[in-house]
């Protein structure tokens, strides 16, 4: 069964600063691994997905690395904002259609 | 546009009653997913549905029943509600397995 962990669980930092999340699985025969972000009391919001074949994708301020041999996958969010605050959740998707989340990382970027 | 429209929002229920929720996309969208989120365990996959008419177990299967008549709607049923049910349930759909998901605000149910 698929694992995906994400570390660290929570994280505080200062408006402006890089950072990176990380996400780690225990399967490496994935589809494709997601990342997602999700406001309290709302649902997920897709942020980027990267394929088996590929390595990173970028949206903006974000880019998402996967490095598939180790199980693990980094999203960097560069010049971090207030309004990043939120909970970020990884999932990969097996062969079978089947997704498993990570339980995520609890952003606050403080003013 | 409303994309992924879940009903009801909120719910409580007693033990032994049935209800259920419902799932609605207005993107043409092939592949649904019901999942449940619980404090400390991440996103749980429940059942999922690859097209109309189809639906397939997840990892969380028991306890829930689906059905996909229709290839907007994807319904999620508790026979029998039980207080481990008590969860935030969330909906899904996407085009395709590997394009990204759309998710739905969630259904909070309670089972006193």
């Known amino acids: 069964k698929q694992e995906v962990t994400q570390i660290p669980a929570a994280l505080s930092v200062p408006e402006g600063e890089n950072l990176v999340l990380n996400c780690s699985f225990t399967?490496?025969?994935?589809?494709?691994l997601q990342w997602f972000r999700q406001d309290p009391g709302k649902g997920l919001t897709s942020l980027l997905l990267?394929?088996?074949?590929?390595r990173e994708q970028t949206s903006g301020r974000l880019n998402a690395s996967l490095d598939k041999s180790s199980g693990r996958s980094t999203l960097y969010i560069a010049a971090s904002q207030p309004g990043d605050s939120a909970t970020y959740l990884c999932a990969v998707m097996n062969t079978g259609n089947q997704f498993y989340f990570g339980t995520g990382t609890s952003l606050t970027v403080i003013p | 546009n409303a994309g992924v429209t879940q009903t009801p929002k909120f719910r409580v229920l007693k033990t032994g009653q049935s209800m259920t929720l419902l799932c609605a996309q207005d993107?043409?969208?092939?592949?649904m997913y019901w999942y449940r989120q619980d404090p400390g365990m991440g996103l749980r996959l429940i059942h999922y549905s690859v097209g109309e008419g189809t639906t397939a177990k997840g990892e969380v299967p028991d306890g829930y029943n689906v059905s996909r008549l229709k290839k907007q709607n994807f319904l999620l049923g508790l026979e029998s509600a039980a207080p481990s049910q008590t969860s935030v349930y969330f909906c899904?759909?996407?085009?395709?397995?590997?394009?990204?998901?759309?998710f739905g605000d969630g259904t909070r149910l309670s089972i006193l």
């Open positions: 899904a759909s996407t085009p395709a397995g590997f394009q990204p998901q759309h």
């Open positions: 993107m043409n969208h092939e592949y």
């Open positions: 399967d490496s025969a994935i589809y494709n």
């Open positions: 990267i394929q088996s074949s590929q």
